[in-house]
T-cell receptor, first 115, second 110 residues
Framework: DTEVTQTPKHLVMGMTNKKSLKCEQHMGHRAMYWYKQKAKKPPELMFVYSYEKLSINESVPSRFSPECPNSSLLNLHLHALQPEDSALYLC??????????????FGPGTRLTVL | KQEVTQIPAALSVPEGENLVLNCSFTDSAIYNLQWFRQDPGKGLTSLLLIQSSQREQTSGRLNASLDKSSGRSTLYIAASQPGDSATYLCAARTGNQFYFGTGTSLTVIP
């Protein structure tokens, strides 16, 4: 199984809502990533978890809160978002963070619209 | 900070042509370079990964090369097909950071 799944596929939320994005992989990978991608732009790294610990936080606003409850799951909790946060949110995983041979596998993404 | 550039930004070719996509990076101290394709509104599909110690990787009609000293990677697609139409992205890993290029939008005309 070389699949990364993400739910929901689409999400529309108001600026006062609280919602969560979910990501799951069953490849035994110990590194998981969140990226944000605006239209016609490359993905931008947000967070990296390594062995369920937050390793990288790319100065992301606190209205985005990541969580890695176990080695297969990665969540992104959203609260008080702004319309400019509307984007495609991509999850990825790789075997580990430290090995230079690691290939990243991406999920299909969640299309988020903030009204 | 690593900067990754892809030229051209868009490319249109007739079916059957061989083509080359380019990826340039400013910091040669990379661990690896990975090529992806992305269909509109979708996630990224991994195509090839080249480790820093390798010169090239092949998968089917795809061949990727890496020249660290010149800061370049190329993706060669042989006998292009309409199903190859997508955006192609390269990503250079430097330390624990991943830097994506701006992408090349490829259209293969039947």
């Amino acid at each position: 199984d070389t699949e990364v799944t993400q739910t929901p596929k689409h999400l529309v939320m108001g600026m006062t809502n609280k919602k969560s994005l979910k990501c799951e992989q069953h490849m035994g990978h110990r590194a998981m990533y969140w990226y944000k991608q605006k239209a016609k732009k490359p993905p931008e790294l947000m967070f990296v978890y390594s062995y369920e610990k937050l390793s990288i936080n790319e100065s992301v606003p606190s209205r985005f809160s990541p969580e890695c409850p176990n080695s297969s799951l990665l969540n992104l909790h959203l609260h008080a978002l702004q319309p400019e946060d509307s984007a495609l949110y991509l999850c990825a995983s790789s075997q580990t963070l430290s090995s230079p041979t690691n290939e990243q596998f991406f999920g299909p993404g969640t299309r988020l619209t903030v009204l | 900070k690593q900067e990754v550039t892809q030229i051209p930004a868009a490319l249109s070719v007739p079916e059957g042509e061989n083509l080359v996509l380019n990826c340039s990076f400013t910091d040669s101290a990379i661990y690896n370079l990975q090529w992806f394709r992305q269909d509109p509104g979708k996630g990224l599909t991994s195509l090839l990964l080249i480790q820093s110690s390798q010169r090239e990787q092949t998968s089917g009609r795809l061949n990727a090369s890496l020249d660290k000293s010149s800061g370049r990677s190329t993706l060669y697609i042989a006998a292009s097909q309409p199903g190859d139409s997508a955006t192609y992205l390269c990503a250079a890993r430097t330390g624990n950071q991943f830097y994506f290029g701006t992408g090349t939008s490829l259209t293969v005309i039947p």
